[in-house]
């Protein structure tokens, strides 16, 4: 008669632990959306507040007196050699925009004898 139980038994036991296997992956896969959710609901959270600020502002550059043909003028006067405080002072803009300037055109030369020599 033992010799009759012990299949049963085995497939018993074999069933058991085939139940308590898949109680433990679900109650993991629990877990894991748990966690899931909690991530996702933070990332949420901080998708909210940074559409609530307001966003960043541009500076917008005040007082640039330095339309086209003062610019043209200003090249034309940086290219016969006078120095970039002279070509502010004659024009009525601020230094640092003449300096720039040259820099451009410094940039830009530099690109052409580039271009040329290739």
Not at 8 to 17: D, K, M, P, R, Y
Not at 28 to 48: D, F, P, S, T, Y
Not at 50 to 79: D, H, K, Q
């Amino acid at each position: 008669m033992t010799h009759s139980l012990i299949p049963f038994i085995v497939s018993v036991v074999g069933l058991a632990l085939g139940l308590a296997a898949t109680l433990f992956l679900i109650l993991n896969v629990k877990r894991e959306m748990r966690q899931e959710r909690k991530r996702i609901e933070g990332m949420l959270e901080r998708a909210r507040d940074a559409a609530r600020e307001p966003p960043p502002s541009v500076p917008v550059i005040l007082g640039s007196r330095m339309n086209i043909n003062r610019r043209t003028r200003a090249v034309e006067l940086l290219r016969a050699g006078e120095d970039a405080v002279r070509v502010a002072a004659d024009l009525g803009i601020a230094r640092g925009e003449v300096e720039l300037l040259v820099r451009v055109e410094e940039i830009v030369a530099h690109r052409m004898a580039k271009s040329a020599a290739e």
